[in-house]
């Protein structure tokens, strides 16, 4: 199994996915990017911004219910400027899902002001919805449009082809396969994205990015290992420690009094997935 920094991870279908959002780029206005926010560096495709150079941005922050708000209004902040403008939502509850339209329209005044000039009226606003994989464009795009339009799956990569959704207020969105760029440029990122589970837990050594991820919550939230794990994170002790006294904890031994630290890591990260850490955001601007 692979750690999280040495993943050579691109398989044929994202080399197409890029090029087919480089060859549909011209059909769009602008481009709706959505992020972990949570990780809003780490989920950030850099290829994105390569693809996208010089176009007007809205950073969707999703997920913003399990982050940790005061960290997520930093974000916001941050990102906002120079032709971009970030919208923190929950895709999945649609919570700040119904802000895009009004910031859409914002975000491209001088475009319909131009269009109105030209006697052009009533031409719909065209976005490029992109991400990486799991990262909740289709929960996104299904709730603007108020019905299953795209489609959902907690595999990465399940989006296939090219695919226009309209929307009622005279917006259409452009679907596109979530794609994760050819090599993680550090381990961190690598990480990053395990811990949230844009990569497959298969391909990584689960001990490994469970380890790491108790040692940046030490780092960030030591009261919320206290609380959920029954034990308090020592400076300087290295996460695998951490992680087999948090098995030693939930009783997680097999023969010998010895702790199955992978049953522990898997429950981490799922614990972690499903916010049961509480509001936890792992980066910071």
Known sequence: MA???NINWYPGHMKKAT????????????????????I???SRNPDIDRIAAGMPRLIILNRADQADPAVTAE???????GG?????????????????PAAARNLLSELIERSRAKGKVGRPLRFMVLGIPNVGKSSFINRLAGRKAAQTSDRPGV????????????????????????????????LALAWTGAINDNILDIEHVASALLERMRELYPGAIEERYK????????????LEQAGRKRGFLISGGEVNTERMARVLLDEFRAGKLGRVTLERP
Do not use: H
């Open 3 to 5: 750690e999280a920094g």
């Open 19 to 38: 090029r087919m959002m480089e060859e549909n780029l011209r059909l769009v206005d602008a481009v709706a990017e959505i992020r972990d926010a949570r």
């Open 75 to 81: 974000w916001s902040r941050a990102l906002t400027g």
């Open 231 to 242: 034990f308090s994170p020592e400076p300087g002790v290295p996460g695998y420690e951490m």
């Open 159 to 190: 989006t296939r082809g090219k695919q226009w959704i309209s929307l009622p207020n005279n917006i259409q969105l452009l679907d596109t396969p979530g794609i994760l760029w050819p090599k993680f440029e550090s381990e961190q990122v690598g």
């Open 84 to 100: 971009a403008a970030a919208l923190e939502m929950d895709c999945k509850s649609g919570k700040g899902v119904g802000a895009f």
């Open 40 to 42: 809003p560096e780490s």
